[in-house]
C-alpha cells in the first residue's frame, strides 16, 4: 500500500470540512498506522442512491381567490325611514324573505291620492260619454251643430287618456309602497347591515342596506401563465383529455384539501397583453358553507401520470453555465461527473429526462468531496446515519 505524509488541514479538507467525518478519517488513519509510519488517507465516505424508475403523478398548483356566483346588494328603492330589521345578520335568509321594512304612510297617502285622481278621471269619462250620447241624438234632429257632437267625442278621449295617466299614478303608488318592504332578492347568505334604524334611506339613489352572497357552489378564480396554459394544454392531450375536463383540488390556506372535487367553468378567451396571463374559473361544491368570497386558496390540477420516470432529489443536483449534471459513483467506486438533462420539477425532486439509467449510482451528500476519476468510499443512506452517529459518539464519549 503507497502512504502519503500530508498535513491534518488536508485531510480536514478532503473530508469536507465536517467534524464527524474529519473525526472518523482522523481515526481510520490512527488506527491503520503505527506511531513511526506516515499518514494513510483513506478515500473520502460519501452517501449515494441508487438510480430506479417509478410512476410519478403530475399536477400543476394555481394561487387565486374564492369568490361567489352572485352577489347581491340590497338597496333602497324608495326613499323613506328604516323602521324595523327583520333579519340576523351573518345567517342564510330564503328568497322573498322580507329584511327591512320603511316607513309607509306617505306612500299609502300617495296611493289614496293616485285612488282619488282615478275615480275622477273615471266620473268625467262617463259624463264625456253622456255627453255624446246626447249630442247624436240632437244632431240627428239638426237641432245642434256639428262642432257640438266632435267636441263631446273629442272629450271622451281625453277622458279615456286622463283615466289611463291616473291608472299609471296608481300602479307607480302601489310599487313604491311595495318598495316599503324590502325582500331578499336570492337564497343566500346575507352580511353585516349598512343602515340602522331611524335612517333616511334612498334619498337621491338607493341606499346599500347589505349585501348577500350565494355560496353553494363556490368559485375559484386565478390568473394563469402563457406558459402554464400552454403546458397543461400538452399533458391533458397526451393522456386524451380536454383541460376542462381534469380533475381539480382546493387547497385552503391552513394547508387542508376541500372534501370535493372541482371542474373548470370558464377559461377566458384572450390572454391579457398587460401581464401576459389567461383568467381562469374552477366551480366547487360547498354544500357546508364553509368556503366564504374572499378566501384565498390554491389549486391543485391533475395531469395524469408519467411511467417509468427517473427521479432524483434536488440536492444532488449541480449546475453551472447553464448547465446541470450529477456526481456518479461506478462499479470501482470511483466517481465521475455526468451531464443531465432535467424535464421538469415535483416537488423537492427533479425529473431527468436524460442522461441517467437505473442501476447507477449518484452522490447525494458530501459532493464537495468528489473529484473526476478518485476514488471514494459509498455508504446508503441507511449507512451515512450509523457511521455519522459512531463519529459523534466518539468525539463526545460522555454522551450516552
Not at 87 to 103: C, R, S
Request: proline fraction near 5%.
Amino acid at each position: 500500500m503507497k502512504t502519503y505524509l500530508l498535513p491534518l488541514s488536508y485531510i480536514r479538507e478532503r473530508a469536507g470540512y465536517n467534524p464527524f467525518l474529519g473525526t472518523l478519517a482522523l481515526l481510520f488513519s490512527l488506527v491503520s498506522c503505527k506511531k513511526s509510519e506516515p499518514l494513510v488517507i483513506p478515500p473520502p465516505v460519501v452517501q449515494v442512491m441508487e438510480i430506479t424508475t417509478k410512476d410519478i403523478p403530475l399536477h400543476t398548483t394555481l394561487i387565486g381567490q374564492l369568490d361567489s356566483p352572485q352577489n347581491v346588494e340590497v338597496r333602497a328603492r324608495v326613499e323613506a325611514f328604516v323602521e324595523k330589521m327583520l333579519f340576523i345578520e351573518g345567517v342564510e335568509v330564503k328568497q322573498g324573505d322580507v329584511l327591512f321594512e320603511l316607513d309607509r304612510k306617505p306612500f299609502i297617502e300617495r296611493l289614496a291620492a293616485a285612488n282619488g285622481s282615478l275615480a275622477e278621471a273615471t266620473a268625467a269619462l262617463n259624463k264625456y260619454q253622456k255627453d255624446v250620447d246626447r249630442y247624436t241624438d240632437l244632431y240627428a234632429k239638426r237641432a245642434i251643430p256639428k262642432q257640438d257632437l266632435d267636441n263631446a267625442e273629442a272629450s271622451v278621449e281625453v277622458g279615456l287618456a286622463n283615466i289611463e295617466s291616473a291608472k299609471a299614478r296608481v300602479e307607480s303608488a302601489q310599487l313604491d309602497l311595495g318598495y316599503c318592504e324590502v325582500k331578499a332578492p336570492i337564497t343566500g347568505l346575507i352580511g353585516a347591515k349598512q343602515v340602522s334604524i331611524g335612517e333616511l334611506v334612498g334619498k337621491g339613489q338607493p341606499t346599500l342596506l347589505a349585501t348577500m352572497s350565494k355560496l353553494d357552489p363556490i368559485w375559484f378564480y386565478c390568473n394563469v401563465s402563457e406558459v402554464e396554459y400552454i403546458k397543461a394544454e400538452q399533458r391533458s392531450r397526451l393522456i386524451g383529455k380536454d383541460v376542462a375536463s381534469l380533475p381539480v383540488h382546493l387547497i385552503l390556506s391552513d394547508g387542508k384539501e376541500h372534501a370535493d372535487q372541482g371542474r373548470f367553468v370558464f377559461i377566458d378567451r384572450a390572454v391579457d397583453v398587460k401581464t401576459g396571463t389567461l383568467r381562469v374559473r374552477a366551480e366547487f361544491p360547498n354544500r357546508e358553507k364553509i368556503l366564504r368570497p374572499g378566501m384565498f386558496a390554491r389549486a391543485r390540477v391533475d395531469l395524469g401520470t408519467r411511467k417509468n420516470c427517473v427521479v432524483i432529489p434536488q440536492r444532488a443536483v449541480l449546475e453551472l453555465q447553464g448547465k446541470t449534471f450529477v456526481w456518479i459513483v461506478s462499479k470501482e467506486k470511483l466517481t465521475h461527473q455526468r451531464p443531465i438533462t432535467v424535464a421538469e420539477q415535483v416537488g423537492s425532486d427533479f425529473v431527468v429526462s436524460d442522461g441517467l439509467t437505473p442501476g447507477e449510482c449518484i452522490i447525494l451528500e458530501g459532493i464537495q468531496k468528489a473529484r473526476e476519476g478518485e476514488p471514494v468510499t459509498a455508504l446508503t443512506a441507511a449507512e451515512f446515519a450509523a457511521m455519522k452517529a459512531k463519529a459523534e459518539k466518539q468525539i463526545q464519549p460522555g454522551r450516552h
